[in-house]
């Protein structure tokens, strides 16, 4: 069975960093896309970054020249570089990646449960 687990959450201020990682677990025959998306209390799920199996980025205009998101693709693992906090960058951040699992021999996507920052003021 895929999974997908975050960590690298937590407190921190205003202008502060910090790292998120997300790593894939399981029979994993490649990973494709893999992202990292967020969700604030009382607001929509949305787009952070995304990076692709070729190293092609997009991040949300939000974050831009803030977050950097990187992958180690020989341990599975996407990284979220957090720096320049602000408070409106609190959120839950969920990873997300589309993997071929060896046993589905099909891609399907995978969320994390999420890892909460919380930037104060």
């Known amino acids: 069975q895929v999974q997908l687990v975050e960590s690298g959450g937590g407190l921190v201020q205003a202008g502060g960093s910090l790292r998120l990682s997300c790593a894939a677990s399981?029979?994993?025959?490649?990973?494709?896309?893999m992202g990292w998306y967020r969700q604030a209390p009382g607001k929509q799920r949305e787009l952070v970054a995304t990076i692709t199996s070729g190293d092609s980025i997009s991040y949300a205009d939000s974050i831009k020249g803030r977050f950097t998101i990187s992958r180690d693709s020989a341990k599975n693992t996407v990284y979220l570089q957090m720096n320049s906090l602000k408070p409106e960058d609190t959120a839950v951040y969920y990873c997300?990646?589309?993997?071929?699992?060896?046993?589905?021999?099909?891609?399907?996507?995978?969320w994390g449960k999420g890892t909460l920052v919380t930037v104060s003021s």
């Open positions: 997300n990646a589309d993997i071929i699992a060896t046993l589905a021999w099909r891609v399907m996507n995978y």
């Open positions: 399981g029979i994993i025959f490649s990973i494709n896309t």
